[in-house]
């Protein structure tokens, strides 16, 4: 057991890109569609916060959906990101066109995905993650399950599992000390 968390440690402080699924992730997977066709999801400000501190601590944020949505992409720009991929639900391709063209390799990229679309991309990654309520498919595959379910904080732990490997979420949690 000491040995796996030591490589996860490690493959965690090479990171130099979070990338993450959206729907069932960033949100507990529930989409509220109206008669207008407008629609509504729900974000974790906890998960938006530890977005924002892993910003600040100097890693790059993105979001790789496979449903293209306004609410998404608004929600992207009130945390200030600006890497948001909506291509539908085929994410391999876009995710090899990002590595490429940011000049990245496979383990420098952790991904946080949920459900069957994601597993290309997770299978790729440097370090794959997952909500403790994704598919069983996915949970099977994932690197790191947290334990919160998607939209519930799964990407709050996440991010610290991240920035505690690269010695920065001191520095995060000292930032609201008196």
């Known amino acids: 057991m000491a040995r796996e968390q030591t490589d996860l440690t490690a493959r965690a402080r090479r990171v130099k890109l979070l990338l993450l699924d959206v729907d069932g992730v960033l949100t507990d997977a529930t989409v509220v569609v109206s008669g207008e066709a407008s629609e509504a999801k729900s974000f974790s400000i906890r998960d938006g916060f530890a977005l924002v501190w892993a910003r600040r601590q100097g890693l790059d944020v993105g979001l790789l959906s496979g449903r293209p949505s306004p609410a998404t992409a608004r929600r992207a720009a ?19 066109a990002l590595l490429a063209e940011r000049g990245l390799a496979p383990e420098d990229v952790a991904y946080m995905g949920d459900d069957l679309p994601d597993l290309p991309v997770m299978r790729r990654a440097g370090l794959s993650g997952a909500p403790a309520d994704a598919a069983r498919e996915v949970l099977d595959k994932a690197d790191w399950v947290s334990q919160y379910p998607g939209g519930r904080g799964a990407v709050r732990e996440f991010v610290e599992l991240l920035l505690t490997a690269r010695g920065a979420w001191a520095s995060v949690v000292a930032a609201y000390q008196d």
């Open 78 to 96: 009130e945390l200030g990101i600006t890497l948001v991929l909506q291509p539908g639900p085929l994410k391999r391709e876009p995710f090899l």
